[in-house]
């Protein structure tokens, strides 16, 4: 019973951040998807890829905010398998969307795809050191109590 939704599933903040982040990865999606067929001079098969993947952005993000919301409102049948499967929307989501995005710089050259790579990486990189700068004096914290 004490597995309810706000308890131990997903916190407060998590899911504002992932409705935050289906929200973003959605309205960007869609806004691409309008703005991609426009491209001229661009590799063709590169921008079928791009909007194919963003295609499927579009839609697994709006299933990840579809399932958030029901979890919110049925929180007490809230349960691990539910999120696990919010979780794995989610990723195809964010997976799609990247690459999307990869497609879409390679469609107007290789350089831009090796920028956002790059730019990602190094982003990632720094992100899993903040994370571990954060989790080591909470570890520290919980083991003196």
Known sequence: MNKLLGANLISNPRRDFFSWLSAGIAATSLALLIFIPSLNDVNVY??????????????FSFGSLSILKEMIVF???SNDKATSIHHFVI???LLSFL???GAYF??????YTYIFTGAFVIVFVLFKKAQ???????KS???DK
């Open 132 to 138: 571990s700068a954060m989790i080591a004096p909470n």
């Open 46 to 59: 590169a921008k079928k890829v791009s909007l194919i993947a963003f295609i499927v952005s579009l839609t």
């Open 91 to 93: 990723f195809i989501a």
């Open 141 to 143: 914290l919980k083991q």
């Open 99 to 101: 690459i999307g995005f």
């Open 106 to 111: 390679y469609s107007m050259s290789a350089m």
């Open 75 to 77: 929180s007490n049948a």
